[in-house]
């Protein structure tokens, strides 16, 4: 089993709809959780962290976290043509941060 | 401004070669990693290191090597006996001082070809 599952996608959406994307991880010990977004040819750059349960929102984007079922998403709000993306889902993992593949989501005009 | 950089952008290898990737940080942040990319892929940890003098193997550390002389710098030796290196190659740091919930910043990454 993959420390890190995310399905690779593409995920396409219609501008203006939601966008839900999906990571399970196996590392119960994982304390909290961020989510990249990468640009194609670009460095990842942060959007998101959450280490509660529960939802926690930023503007458009909100990230859930379900430690019990080892599960954390992203929402994304009004989805835009500028959010398509690879998006990563990463739990720390004690002093390092573990990467997902990433989902490939594409926002249609 | 405050920021990792990365150099070169790209960079050409034959095969046999030794390359050394430059990352050079202003942030004072105390930990530092080297990443590895493959298309279609996510980051896979090379190396890691918390302090100065002091550096760990990643989970694909084979034929890579690192150094840590001054808290600024983590360069990345890409040698001979790694036998895929080409990849997009990115590093990035944390300050240790600071609670779980902060992330790490990037550099713009070194997309490293062997021809």
């Known amino acids: 089993q993959k420390e890190v599952e995310q399905n690779s996608g593409p995920l396409s959406v219609p501008e203006g709809a939601i966008a839900s994307l999906n990571c399970t991880y196996s590392d119960r010990v994982s304390q909290s959780f961020?989510?990249?977004r990468q640009y194609?040819?670009?460095?990842p750059e942060l959007i998101m962290s959450i280490y509660s349960n529960g939802d926690k929102e930023d503007g458009r984007f909100t990230a859930q976290l379900n430690k019990a079922s080892q599960y954390v998403s992203l929402l994304i709000r009004?989805?835009?043509?500028?959010?398509?993306?690879t998006y990563l889902c990463a739990p720390r993992n004690f002093q390092k941060l573990v990467f997902g593949t990433g989902t490939r989501l594409l926002v249609s005009p | 401004d405050g920021g990792i950089t990365q150099s070169p952008k790209y960079l050409f290898r034959k095969e046999g070669q030794n390359v050394t990737l430059s990352c050079e940080q202003n942030?004072?942040?105390?930990a530092m990693y080297w990443y590895r990319q493959d298309p279609g892929q996510g980051l896979r940890l090379i190396y890691y290191?918390?302090?100065v003098n002091d550096f760990q193997k990643g989970d694909i550390a084979e034929g890579y090597s690192v150094s840590r002389e001054k808290k600024e710098s983590f360069p990345l030796t890409v040698t001979s006996a790694q036998k895929?290196?080409?990849?997009?190659?990115l590093c990035a740091s944390r300050d240790r001082g600071?609670?779980?919930n902060y992330g790490?910043?990037?550099?713009?990454?070194?997309?490293?070809?062997?021809?």
């Open chain 1, 34 to 36: 961020f989510w990249y």
């Open chain 2, 84 to 89: 895929n290196p080409t990849a997009f190659y």
């Open chain 2, 49 to 51: 290191s918390q302090i």
């Open chain 2, 98 to 100: 600071t609670g779980v």
């Open chain 2, 104 to 115: 790490y910043t990037f550099g713009s990454g070194t997309r490293l070809t062997v021809v």
């Open chain 1, 78 to 85: 009004d989805s835009q043509p500028s959010d398509s993306a």
């Open chain 1, 40 to 43: 194609s040819g670009k460095s």
């Open chain 2, 27 to 30: 942030l004072n942040h105390d």
